[in-house]
């Protein structure tokens, strides 16, 4: 089964989404809910991570400040709203669930389980 993400499209430079991810009920060994994205040519990369135990929020240096993470509800949801986009943003967004250790919350493989990907375009 695999994680439930929506939320993406087609907005201008400056414009904001708000991408919803939906972790369907593998709790056990999940502690951290995180996002990634992949633009074409480009290794997937880190964008944002929520610790569910304590809610600690981690951020990439090119979204801090504009993107936000946070857990919706207590049936492991966790949104990540997208401010001031810039074209540099577009790419696949997927959502991701794992259990990292700490230096490894930026690293797509220690994430056992993953989400469709959605689309995010940002026109300029």
């Known amino acids: 089964v695999q994680l439930q993400a929506s939320g993406g499209g087609l907005v201008q430079a400056g414009g904001s989404l708000r991408l919803s991810c939906v972790d369907p009920g593998r709790t056990f060994d999940i502690y951290v809910m995180a996002w990634f994205r992949q633009a074409p040519g480009k290794e997937r990369e880190f964008v944002a991570a929520f610790k569910r135990n304590g809610g600690r929020t981690y951020y990439a240096d090119s979204v801090k400040g504009r993107f936000s993470i946070s857990r919706v509800n207590a049936n492991n949801t966790v949104n990540l709203q997208m401010n001031s986009l810039k074209s540099e943003d577009t790419a696949v967004y997927y959502c991701?669930?794992?259990?990292?250790?700490?230096?490894?919350?930026?690293?797509?493989?220690?994430?056992?389980?993953w989400g469709q990907g959605t689309l995010v375009t940002v026109s300029s």
């Open positions: 991701a669930a794992g259990s990292p250790v700490l230096s490894g919350i930026g690293l797509p493989h220690l994430y056992r389980y």
